[in-house]
């Protein structure tokens, strides 16, 4: 398994693959951040199937999942750890019951979002 930038031609498959986690998406800011460079997308070397995705803007992960059957194997900390060598610091809100693994990837909890999610902060030391 492979952790890139996606580029123009896994637009389709970063949609089906956020979808699938019930994010909300929007094709226009997707397409715009696989053009900045800020969509990573673990792919499967063998078949080249893009198996999870993680959108960035600016510091902030905006999304970040992983197809269904794949969950549980590390891409999703993966597709972190390509964020954070691409940023001094990194921003996720997130629903409180996946705090645990934001928590393992080294964010720690800076308060609560306006709709009740979780922030966290991640800078190196």
Known sequence: MLVRSAD????????????AAALQTDSDHIQTAIERNDVFVAVATEQGTVLG??????????????????????????LVAAAQRSRERLVAAFDPKVEPFWQAVGFERVGTAEDDRLRAVWEPE
């Open 53 to 78: 995705a993680l959108v960035l803007s600016g510091a902030e992960i905006t999304a970040i999942a992983v197809r269904p059957g794949r969950r549980g194997q590390g891409l999703g900390r993966r």
């Open 8 to 19: 123009s031609t896994e637009h389709a498959a970063v949609l089906s693959i956020l979808d």
